[in-house]
Antibody, heavy 127, light 107 residues
Framework: QVQLVQSGAEVKKPGASVKVSCKASGYTFTGYYMHWVRQAPGQGLEWMGWINPNSGGTNYAQKFQGRVTMTRDTSISTAYMELSRLRSDDTAVYYC????????????????????WGQGTLVTVSS | EIVLTQSPGTLSLSPGERATLSCRASQSVSSSYLAWYQQKPGQAPRLLIYGASSRATGIPDRFSGSGSGTDFTLTISRLEPEDFAVYYCQQYGSSFTFGQGTKLEIK
């Protein structure tokens, strides 16, 4: 069965960086894009970007351009999201979510919704 | 960027009643790339509907989605106690954006 297991909670000071991991199992890791979504306390869902685990290519939401880096290690089926220059309003639960899309034709990919989600990682930014 | 506006913000109903949740897009959502998620406190979102009207794996048939273009609806035909939660719509046709959510609470 598909599972996404994320790393544990983090407490960081303003200005620091945080790196969250998402270990995938139960499917071919390189066959599906991976999204990162965050949720501030009591707030809604905010899409941060995706990574193509096959090529390492990324697409970041404009809001996070220059501060977020998404990477992967295919040898251990793990995706990473690193957010730098943390501020107090970055305090949130960060989720990874597998994209339900698929490859077609000669290597093109059609993105879909997030069909499997990690359990979430709470990142607290506080001085 | 496509902005999604969900209404109402809060919906108060009783078990057994029918729930109708709305999601309106600021511009047309291509190919009906519209999804609905359910989120309960302390849990990750759960995919209910994709492609505007297709149920995800394991989702009961009391959940149904409809709509196209800029207007989409999630309907829960007969509310069960476990259906009271927050619901989000998401478009994935032009980048990815979420609505602000509708809280479905017990009346």
């Amino acid at each position: 069965q598909v599972q996404l297991v994320q790393s544990g909670a983090e407490v960081k000071k303003p200005g620091a960086s945080v790196k969250v991991s998402c270990k995938a199992s139960g499917y071919t890791f390189t066959g599906y894009y991976m999204h990162w979504v965050r949720q501030a306390p009591g707030q809604g869902l905010e899409w941060m970007g995706w990574i193509n685990p096959n090529s390492g290519g990324t697409n970041y939401a404009q809001k996070f351009q220059g501060r977020v880096t998404m990477t992967r290690d295919t040898s251990i089926s793990t995706a990473y999201m690193e957010l730098s220059r943390l501020r107090s309003d970055d305090t949130a639960v960060y989720y990874c979510a597998r994209d339900s899309g698929h490859y077609y034709g000669s290597g093109s990919y059609l993105t879909g919704a997030g069909d499997y989600w990690g359990q979430g990682t709470l990142v607290t930014v506080s001085s | 960027e496509i902005v999604l506006t969900q209404s109402p913000g809060t919906l108060s109903l009783s078990p057994g009643e029918r729930a109708t949740l709305s999601c309106r897009a600021s511009q047309s959502v291509s190919s009906s790339y519209l999804a609905w998620y359910q989120q309960k406190p302390g849990q990750a979102p759960r995919l209910l509907i994709y492609g505007a009207s297709s149920r995800a794996t394991g989702i009961p048939d009391r959940f149904s989605g409809s709509g196209s273009g800029t207007d989409f609806t999630l309907t829960i035909s007969r509310l069960e106690p476990e259906d009271f939660a927050v619901y989000y719509c998401q478009q994935y046709g032009s980048s990815f954006t979420f609505g602000q959510g509708t809280k479905l609470e017990i009346k």
